[in-house]
T-cell receptor, first 111, second 113 residues
Framework: SQQGEEDPQALSIQEGENATMNCSYK?????LQWYRQNSGRGLVHLIL?????REKHSGRLRVTLDTSKKSSSLLITASRAADTASYFC???????????FGGGTRLMVKP | GAVVSQHPSRVICKSGTSVKIECRSL??????MFWYRQFPKQSLMLMAT?????????EQGVEKDKFLINHASLTLSTLTVTSAHPEDSSFYIC?????????FGPGTRLTVL
């Protein structure tokens, strides 16, 4: 069964605004990863944060991890229309093990 | 990064026929591959874990006789949807493990008429 829940399920913002998506999970994890998926396409790996890390940056992306609350957030700053996609968090219990995906957030960035 | 391919990218078939989907790791050997299924506007759900040279491990609720998995080599795993029905229409995505990382294929869109 799916482990993660994502919030919000859908988010609509204007270009230039920031988008924040949250993910919660239920059991202990090794890593948490964020992926992007354009409609009907495959997954694009965005960023991985290890269980002993609290924050990570990559370009316009900022990911936080709070293992005490079993939650993570993905912040996209200065959003662009091209950021329109579904975003999923995924966790693994052991390195290289199967990934359990959250429900996803559908982000729409209006030009 | 490592590359994983899937073939075909899109398939349409008649109800009752069988469809084979291939997942290949192009530049690395993968002893473990994973098969996921994604229904429209939903998340990815793990179907099974495929291990080279041994039987696949299926998730609860996934029929092993309907979704046949063969991982006969270190670079190829196949998923065969047997006697496909319209409710099997979905997006099937594989991933291959390389060390401690997983790399995803581009997915296969299956439509059963």
């Amino acid at each position: 069964s799916q482990q993660g829940e994502e919030d919000p399920q859908a988010l609509s913002i204007q270009e230039g605004e920031n988008a924040t998506m949250n993910c919660s999970y239920k059991t202990s994890i090794n890593n948490l990863q964020w992926y992007r998926q354009n409609s009907g396409r495959g997954l694009v790996h965005l960023i991985l944060i290890r269980s002993n890390e609290r924050e990570k940056h990559s370009g316009r992306l900022r990911v936080t991890l709070d293992t005490s609350k079993k939650s993570s957030s993905l912040l996209i700053t200065a959003s662009r229309a091209a950021d329109t996609a579904s975003y999923f968090c995924a966790t693994d219990k052991y390195a290289g093990n199967m990934l359990t995906f959250g429900g996803g957030t559908r982000l729409m960035v209006k030009p | 990064g490592a590359v994983v391919s899937q073939h075909p990218s899109r398939v349409i078939c008649k109800s009752g026929t069988s469809v084979k989907i291939e997942c290949r790791s192009l530049d690395f050997q993968a002893t473990t591959m994973f098969w996921y299924r994604q229904f429209p506007k939903q998340s990815l759900m793990l179907m099974a874990t495929s291990n080279e040279g041994s039987k696949a491990t299926y998730e609860q609720g996934v029929e092993k006789d309907k979704f046949l998995i063969n991982h006969a080599s270190l670079t190829l795993s196949t998923l065969t949807v047997t006697s496909a029905h319209p409710e099997d229409s979905s997006f099937y995505i594989c991933s291959a493990r390389n060390g401690n990382e997983q790399f995803f294929g581009p997915g296969t869109r299956l439509t059963v008429l």
